[in-house]
DNA sequence: GTGGTCTAGACCACC
DNA sequence: GTGGTCTAGACCACA
């Protein structure tokens, strides 16, 4: 995994979990890796891990028990999906139609590249 | 003028400056405001202003006649497009397609949305 | 070290670290001093250090490791080489060509000099 | 003419100047133009000129007629040669070896490469 | 008047 | 610990 340089490494890698969540492939009461496994896996500071363990938690995505590890909370899609559309809907959706407007645009040409895209990675994404 | 504080304020002006000049309130050849004078109108320390008006400089939105002022480049308007759209394209449309299909959010809903939010900013932008 | 002030310091500081990459002091992916050590030993503000290895980022000679510091880029030695010969064939050689022309001054004059040179820098160079 | 942007202007207006004596082209005791004059055929501003032609003024390259103009000075040509002549031993030379021995580059190749300047330059220098 | 550089010092997020 | 941003204020060369 690599990771953008605008944006914090934990955030990205909470985003990364979330969908993990979101797309069923940890569900409920699943545990999730460990710090030190995904610090690891993912080549970052454990720490940054922790810090994205704290986040999730304090969103209630994912809960803790001590001694065991970090586990998928019961109505953690619900949660994440909540969290995923007011970020979308408040800030990303208000901030992409300024773009539309001032690059000018059309919403046909989004269709289009939404399609592409689709086709493109749909099955991967359910690999 | 108020800044978010997620993002750094010398990026937010840069960008205020190129939606200037996109809009074609400033256009080619024109004098953009000095440092101080900018400084003050937005209450930022004219450090911060420089800062701005090097990243543009290097971005060839605006040049500089030495002892003079810096001025809109003349072909400002297609390099802030260029830089704007690359963006766009590369990051913030990948990432809006990912969230429609996570959120399992439909084409036609952003198409309400938007024709909303054209109507309601329409006037206040060309004012 | 002790700086010219006929030029910017910030801009000395990257020619030194360049020097130390050209010369194989500090190699690829080595981590360079931290801002506020190099600042503490040359005695100047980390401020300016910091505008050093912005420069020398954007030239792609060092690259950020986030939280941990700036490292030598792979192809360091290439890029500086590349940056350096372009504004010694562009601009330093044909001024020198011209004063050549100007005073009268034979290449010979030049190569002899050139010899005295190398006597004198070549064991200073390699300490 | 253009001015490089790493350089006063008023001493890339000197340089000018000191080499049209250098070359025979304004001599002893002649006229050189108005600061008014050659502001507007450089297309500078004429404090720029001025300042040029106080710091000539000063190296005694250029003299005073109080109400009617500055002229060049008698020794104008040993003047100049001289000065020339000491910034390019104590500095540009120094540097000049420098980057050849950094960038690895032999006087051969140097020595090709100004032969090939000469051939360029030798026809139009004189015209 | 203009930009440009530098310092001192603060505060912050991140790793 | 690391970089990054910002302020306040100074000083300078240049046009």
Redesign the pocket.
């Given at each position: 995994m690599e990771?953008k340089d605008n944006?914090?490494?934990?955030?990205q890698i909470a985003a990364y979990v979330s969908e993990q969540i979101l797309l069923g492939k940890w569900t409920a009461d699943d545990k999730v890796p460990s710090v030190r496994e995904l610090a690891v896996a993912l080549q970052?500071?454990p720490?940054?891990v922790m810090?994205t363990y704290e986040q999730l938690q304090n969103q209630e995505v994912i809960y803790n028990k001590r001694g065991i590890g970090f586990f998928v909370a019961p109505d953690a899609v619900k949660k994440v999906k909540a969290l995923k559309k007011e970020r979308f809907l408040q800030q990303d959706l208000p901030e992409f139609f300024r773009n539309l407007f001032l690059l000018d645009i059309n919403l046909d040409e989004i269709q289009q590249r939404y399609e592409a895209y689709i086709a493109q990675n749909l099955e991967s994404e359910t690999r």
């Amino acid at each position: 995994m690599e990771f953008k340089d605008n944006e914090p490494i934990y955030l990205q890698i909470a985003a990364y979990v979330s969908e993990q969540i979101l797309l069923g492939k940890w569900t409920a009461d699943d545990k999730v890796p460990s710090v030190r496994e995904l610090a690891v896996a993912l080549q970052v500071n454990p720490n940054t891990v922790m810090r994205t363990y704290e986040q999730l938690q304090n969103q209630e995505v994912i809960y803790n028990k001590r001694g065991i590890g970090f586990f998928v909370a019961p109505d953690a899609v619900k949660k994440v999906k909540a969290l995923k559309k007011e970020r979308f809907l408040q800030q990303d959706l208000p901030e992409f139609f300024r773009n539309l407007f001032l690059l000018d645009i059309n919403l046909d040409e989004i269709q289009q590249r939404y399609e592409a895209y689709i086709a493109q990675n749909l099955e991967s994404e359910t690999r």
